[in-house]
């Protein structure tokens, strides 16, 4: 896995795969090593792959930056103060 732009801390970093469910003992030492992130157990939501500076969700494939600004909130614009 090469290095991708983080959409979030824009460090350039090796996204690691998140395991979900019950770990296996080799889960847990390649967890330890920052190799991969345990997730839990639902993997519903979860991402599939993570930056290992901030967390937050990457897609290998690159698409994450256009798929983060259209998931961006539209509608929650900043209200100015009445009055
Ligand atoms: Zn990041």
């Given at each position: ?5 983080c ?16 770990p296996?003992?080799?889960?847990e030492q ?11 157990c ?8 993570v ?21 961006a909130p ?7 103060a009445?009055g």
């Amino acid at each position: 896995m090469k290095a991708l732009p983080c959409p979030t801390c824009a460090l350039h970093v090796k996204p690691v795969r998140v395991t979900y469910g019950l770990p296996t003992l080799e889960a847990e030492q390649d967890a330890a090593d920052g190799r991969i992130v345990l997730g839990g157990c639902d993997p519903t939501f979860g991402p599939e792959f993570v930056c290992p500076e901030c967390g937050s969700e990457i897609d290998p494939d690159g698409v994450v930056a256009s798929r983060v600004a259209s998931r961006a909130p539209a509608s929650e614009a900043p209200k100015p103060a009445e009055g």
